[in-house]
């Protein structure tokens, strides 16, 4: 399994921006597909966007507009940009990601440690 480290997490207001980073602890070959899921409390996971290798990027209609799913894989992360920020988006977000180690290896799939998104009025 390859260690994900979740960052960019915290306290923002409402309209806010912040930036969700997932970045492998290892050198790796690649980034084939992300999932940026969230908890909130008393809530159902959701799952929040997703993205492919081929850059194919899907949306929940509750972000769709305000949220973008990206991979960096010379930098072996992969982000969330969440911008306009609502009180509902406050939870617990955690990445998904399906890497390969090597171009001869199987995909691995790894989950991150989760960060914090506060959204205040």
């Known amino acids: 399994q390859v260690q994900l480290v979740e960052s960019g997490g915290g306290l923002v207001q409402a309209g806010g921006s912040l930036k969700l980073s997932c970045a492998a602890s290892?050198?790796?070959?690649?980034?084939?597909?992300v999932n940026w899921y969230r908890q909130a409390p008393g809530k159902q996971r959701e799952l929040v966007a997703t993205?492919?290798?081929?850059?194919?990027?899907n949306y929940a209609d509750s972000v769709k507009g305000r949220f973008t799913i990206s991979i960096d894989n010379a930098k072996d992360t992969a982000y969330l940009q969440m911008n306009s920020l609502k009180l509902e988006d406050t939870g617990v977000y955690y990445c998904?990601?399906?890497?390969?180690?090597?171009?001869?290896?199987?995909?691995?799939?790894?989950r991150g440690q989760g960060t914090q998104v506060t959204v205040s009025a």
């Open positions: 998904y990601t399906v890497t390969k180690l090597y171009p001869w290896s199987p995909e691995v799939n790894s």
């Open positions: 290892e050198r790796i070959f690649s980034i084939n597909s």
């Open positions: 993205i492919s290798s081929g850059g194919f990027s």
